[in-house]
Structure formats: structure tokens, C-alpha cells
């Protein structure tokens, strides 16, 4: 069983430009969290998706990000207009509904110049 | 979610137990005690959870005071490899976001 999957692993974007990060959860699991890394600092929770709905969007910048799960494919985090100030590690966590415990991703890390 | 406190930085001999404190003094009833470790930049681990029992796995112990108040993570033998941030994080069960504080870094010396 693969674990989280993110890609891409590393991610380059000029100010202005718009940066895509997918996030496969393990296999049979339906919610998926994203966290910011950051430089120096711990994880800062985003937002939590369950399939097709946004559960919990409490740490999600009020403009320019956005997320989603549809019902086929990855989790988009979805970042318009980046600035440096988004240069971070993003990870994302899946689990079941009945899961103690949430799976990491490897994350990806963006850069923007 | 609770706020956890715990210190900066700790050292360790290789070979020797790490012992990890932590204290979420406002947890609600709800909320298990989660400790995760992250190593250089990869993604976090989960290493052990609890919610008032003390709790042993193949990584560490996890040793809840009886108010619940505060926290320790025991890894028994130390080894370089355990060389990490960890991070002692509240939350609830199911669909609880978790809540990571600046955590500990543990270096392990040889």
C-alpha cells in the first residue's frame, strides 16, 4: 500500500505566477489535511477536506489560496498570485474516518522568486 | 485545540533513554496526547498516542500524568538516528486538525 503521495516534490514560481500541489491519499482514505511549513517553524494547519466537501478551511489565508478534493483524482492546494512569502514546505496527511492516525506526505516544497 | 508546551532543544547519549515532556494544561476531555517526529524536512511521523493510559509500541512509551495535564515521550534506547523535531500535539479523535507547536529537538550524541 503506497503511502501520501505529493507532487510535485519541488516547485519554482515567480511572484504573480500560480503554483498547483496534488496530494494522493492512501488508498481507501477520504480525508485529507493540508499543513504549511514555514522556514524554522512547526506545521501550520490549513485546511481539512473529506471528498467533494471542505470541512474546516480555518487556516487558509482568506485570498488567493484554495483547495479542493474532488470525488476522482488528487487534493489540489491551489495557491493564485504567489508572493515569496508563500516560499514553504506543504504537506499533506491523510487518514479513514476511523483512523487514530494521520499519514504524511513527503510534501512540497515551494519556492518562489 | 489545546496548546502544548514543551522545551526548545534536549540532548541525549546514544544508548540511553530520551525522555520527552510536554504540557497541554487546557486538553479537554475529548482530546488524545499524539506525539509525532520530523527528521530534517520530510514529512511528520506518527509515533504514539494516548488518551489516559499509559501507552508502549515498538517506538516509545508514552506516560500521561493522571490529570492528564502534561505528558512524557520515552524513547528507551536512544539511537543517532532519533535524531528529530518532536512534537507533542492534542487533538481530537476523528477529523481533529492537529495543532504542531515548535516541538522539541532532540540530538542524539554518540
Known amino acids: 500500500n503506497a503511502g501520501v503521495m505529493q507532487n510535485p516534490r519541488h516547485l519554482v514560481r515567480r511572484r504573480g505566477q500560480e503554483a498547483r500541489l496534488r496530494c494522493s491519499p492512501m488508498?481507501?482514505?477520504?480525508?485529507v489535511y493540508w499543513y504549511r511549513q514555514l522556514p524554522e517553524e512547526g506545521l501550520k494547519f490549513m485546511v481539512y477536506?473529506?471528498?467533494?466537501?471542505?470541512?474546516?478551511e480555518s487556516g487558509m489565508p482568506k485570498e488567493r489560496f484554495s483547495a479542493e478534493f474532488p470525488k476522482e483524482g488528487p487534493s489540489i492546494l491551489r495557491i493564485q498570485q504567489v508572493v515569496r512569502g508563500d516560499s514553504a514546505a506543504y504537506f499533506c496527511?491523510?487518514?479513514?474516518?476511523?483512523?487514530?492516525?494521520?499519514?504524511f506526505g513527503p510534501g512540497t516544497r515551494l519556492t518562489v522568486t | 485545540d489545546a496548546k502544548t508546551t514543551q522545551p526548545t532543544s534536549m540532548d541525549c547519549a546514544e544508548g540511553r533513554a530520551a525522555n520527552l515532556p510536554c504540557n497541554h494544561s487546557?486538553?479537554?476531555?475529548?482530546?488524545?496526547v499524539y506525539w509525532y517526529r520530523q527528521i530534517h524536512s520530510q514529512g511528520p511521523q506518527y509515533i504514539i498516542h494516548?488518551?489516559?493510559n499509559n501507552e508502549t509500541n515498538e517506538m516509545a512509551s508514552l506516560i500521561i500524568t493522571e490529570d492528564r495535564k502534561s505528558s512524557t515521550l520515552i524513547l528507551p534506547h536512544a539511537t543517532l538516528r532519533d535524531t528529530a523535531v518532536y512534537y507533542c500535539?492534542?487533538?481530537?479523535?476523528?477529523?481533529?486538525?492537529?495543532?504542531f507547536g515548535d516541538g522539541t529537538t532532540l540530538t542524539v550524541k554518540p
Open positions: 487546557t486538553i479537554s476531555g475529548n482530546e488524545y
Open positions: 496527511a491523510s487518514s479513514t474516518p476511523r483512523d487514530y492516525e494521520q499519514y
Open positions: 488508498k481507501g482514505h477520504s480525508h
Open positions: 494516548g488518551l489516559k
Open positions: 477536506l473529506q471528498k467533494e466537501n471542505i470541512i474546516d
Open positions: 500535539i492534542v487533538r481530537v479523535v476523528i477529523g481533529g486538525k492537529s495543532t
